[in-house]
């Protein structure tokens, strides 16, 4: 049997920034286990590569600033520049309900540091996004200093940085057991290459975390969720630094990215489709429309189906990730659930949970929110579909 100190099952972004943040900490025989053949071939790969602070509980907000110091430093620790463009995002209300949301959100990003973020009226939006038509617009907020990464940037520069650091990376390698001691703990992991004799094992499977867990005979509630993204043809129709804006009544937003305008609308996957990567043709209809009546000058663009796809989000029941060992497993370490936010927080989750299994304890923050066992003790964070 082969033996590693810490077994990371999941090469996406955030078991690369675990699998770095382990050995920089000072952890031998670190190995991380993926099915897919390559980096970049799971949901990171099909990441916008969206960066905010603008939140609505301090837990999030925080987990972003950490996230985003350690962009300011990343190219430094990795040789890589993990693309970090602080262009904005902007928040966008149509009625007074969702005013309030924005506003009662921006005074927890206040409260938490985030002294940048501010309430913006219809005159100041125009002059953000000039494009907007201003019909539905009530007013908005906006931060200066969220923007975009580059997910595949930063997936390279973890991997980069964790082989300098000795960390090994077997791809096309299936996980097909979990075996566990008389006292709950894992002693080794099965997989399509062998068994491996494990210290730790950290499930940062993504989408797939639930089934990994399953193998642990550990009950995890993540869910995969279809999200989809529609693809313009190339077009100079909105500059490249536009901010991300974001409709907050239902989730519309769009961007720029490459040359083409990405249009997304947060609705669920058609049933028994959870892991199709095609678009759906009466959505991108429905998305169109959306943008054709908020943005006009978007009526002369051309959705490029070939360009658009599908990807997942791994969602937990209040949309927070999960980070910590698991109840009754006490070296499985899970950093799971995201919700959509994997990308822009692998940085902070990969240095804290580097801290929880190291000491025990994150020190960096207060990460108790995100506790895995505060479902069972029905002490769930506040869900928003806004923020």
């Known amino acids: ?54 939140y609505a509980t301090p837990i999030n907000v925080r987990l972003s600033l950490l996230a985003r110091d350690k962009l300011c430093r990343f190219e430094e620790e990795t040789g890589v520049d993990p693309g970090y463009s602080p262009v904005g995002y902007l ?19 206040h409260a ?25 617009v009530l007013g908005g907020v906006f931060c200066p200093t969220d923007g975009f990464v580059r997910p595949l940037r930063l997936l390279e520069g973890y991997f980069a940085a964790a082989r300098r650091l000795g960390v090994r990376v077997e791809w096309d390698t299936e996980i097909t057991g979990l075996s566990r001691r008389a006292d709950g703990t894992l002693s080794a992991v099965q997989t399509s290459r062998g068994a491996f004799g494990v210290a730790a094992v950290v499930n940062a499977a993504g989408a797939w975390a639930g089934a990994v867990a399953d193998l642990a005979g550990v009950e995890l509630p993540v869910v995969p969720l279809r999200r989809q993204v529609a693809a313009t043809e190339p077009c100079a129709l909105l500059p490249a630094d536009m901010p991300m804006t974001i409709f907050a009544g ?3 937003h769009l961007r720029v990215r490459d040359g083409r305008v990405l249009l997304l609308w947060p609705t669920p996957g058609a049933p028994g489709r959870p892991w199709d990567i095609e678009v759906e043709p009466s959505w991108v209809q429905a998305v169109a429309a959306k943008a054709h009546r908020r943005i006009p000058v978007l009526r002369r663009a051309t959705i490029d189906f070939a360009a658009s796809w599908a990807g997942l989000y791994e969602v937990s029941p209040d949309k927070h990730a999960i980070l910590g060992p698991a109840p009754g497993c006490p070296n499985l370490f899970l950093v799971n659930g995201s919700s959509g936010h994997g990308v822009m927080h692998a940085p902070a989750l990969g240095q804290l949970l580097a801290e929880i299994v190291s000491d025990g304890a994150a020190s960096t923050t207060d990460v108790t929110p995100l506790r895995p066992s505060r479902f069972a003790e029905g002490r769930l964070n506040p869900a928003s579909e806004l923020l």
């Open 1 to 54: 049997m082969s033996s590693a100190s810490v077994a990371v099952i999941g090469g996406g972004v955030i078991g690369a920034s675990v699998a770095y943040h382990l050995a920089r900490r000072g952890w031998h025989d670190v190995v991380v286990f993926d099915r897919n053949g390559g980096p970049g071939q799971g949901s990171t790969g099909q990441a916008t590569g969206g960066f905010r602070a603008q």
């Open 91 to 109: 928040w966008l209300a149509g009625t007074e309900a969702e005013l309030a949301t924005l506003r009662a959100a921006q005074a927890v990003q």
């Open 112 to 136: 938490e540091g985030l002294v940048e973020a501010m309430e913006v009226g219809p005159d100041e939006i125009a002059g953000i996004n000039p494009a907007l038509c201003m019909d539905e």
């Open 250 to 252: 239902d989730g519309f």
